[in-house]
């Protein structure tokens, strides 16, 4: 197995072998096309839902909130991760049905190959994103909810949102990502830092308590309870970014090993090579049989 250089070209490139002959990005090991189409339609709609009706939650003015609080959503990575669950979910399973309906050639493998490695990386972002979403939700930010709405919304975008990247890494065929997109993971992960702080300069305020560099200030609150209304410091700041960034390190590897290991037991154990159109045992598209890809040598 070659070793993986960072600085070397080809990696930064989009790559000139055939992309995915057998149709891993439309296809799973387990259920039917349609089937998949059917699931990955559902998880957009039901995202899509909660989003839309948040917004309009947050705009009728309930629980004390206004179209203030819409436009500060948008500064969240929480809220950038959900559109990014709507849309990504949206896309695949429109894959997924240019591949069920005739099972020639799928919408993904016509396209021009910056948008096939982009939607790759895409990928890779619904399956790591959201776990680094719901660890620090619950283990830094988390309170008590206050209302049923606010019980079902953080349930949606800081557990559901798991549950549907874990439903991509183990009911698909799709490849272990390659390490290349870890760099861009963190690159992003660093875009975001630079929206937040923009977000502060622009806007008076921080968007997560723990990128506050002053010094805490504990008073009473209304409910008798100590509360911090000032920021961390910035010797914490420094060790949350990090910690963040070491974080999404162990989850990206977690979640390739996971993959690998999905893909041994179906495939290798198992001989579970896909579920294809029409009962097929291969994808039946311009090619038949999978060849080695890039990121596979």
């Known amino acids: 197995m070659a070793k993986f250089n960072v600085f070397s070209a080809q990696h930064y490139k989009f790559g000139s072998d055939l992309w995915d002959p057998s149709h891993r990005f439309e296809t799973s090991w387990l259920l039917p096309p349609w089937i998949l189409f059917a699931i990955r339609a559902a998880i957009s709609l039901y995202a899509f839902t909660v989003t839309f009706f948040i917004i309009g939650w947050e705009l009728s003015g309930h629980n004390g909130l206004s179209a203030s609080d819409v436009r500060k959503s948008f500064s969240f990575f929480t809220i950038l991760c959900y559109w990014g669950i709507c849309f990504y979910f949206l896309i695949a399973s429109l894959h997924t049905f240019s591949y069920a309906l005739h099972g020639g050639t799928p919408l993904l493998n016509r396209f021009p190959r910056p948008l096939q490695a982009l939607h790759y ?177």
């Open 121 to 297: 990386l895409f990928y890779s972002t619904i399956t790591t994103f959201p776990f680094l979403v719901t660890i620090v939700y619950w283990s830094i930010l988390y309170s008590r909810f206050n209302s049923t709405f606010s019980l079902w919304s953080n349930i949606s975008q800081h557990g559901l949102n798991s549950a549907f990247g874990l439903f991509e890494i183990l009911f698909t065929r799709i490849n272990p990502a390659p390490w290349i997109h870890l760099l861009w993971l963190i690159i992003l992960l660093a875009c975001y830092l630079g929206l937040a702080y923009v977000t502060y300069a622009t806007k008076g305020y921080y968007v997560y308590n723990f990128l506050n560099p002053n010094s805490p200030n504990n008073v009473m609150g209304v409910d008798g309870e100590e509360e911090n209304i000032g920021g961390v410091g910035k010797g914490a700041v420094v060790g949350y970014v990090f910690g963040i960034a070491a974080a999404i390190c162990i989850i990206f590897c977690v979640v390739k090993g996971l993959t690998a290991l999905r893909k041994w037991v179906t495939e290798t154990k198992m001989e579970r090579k896909g579920r294809f159109y029409a009962g097929r045992e291969m994808g039946y598209g311009d090619v038949e049989l999978e060849t080695q890809r890039v990121w596979e040598k």
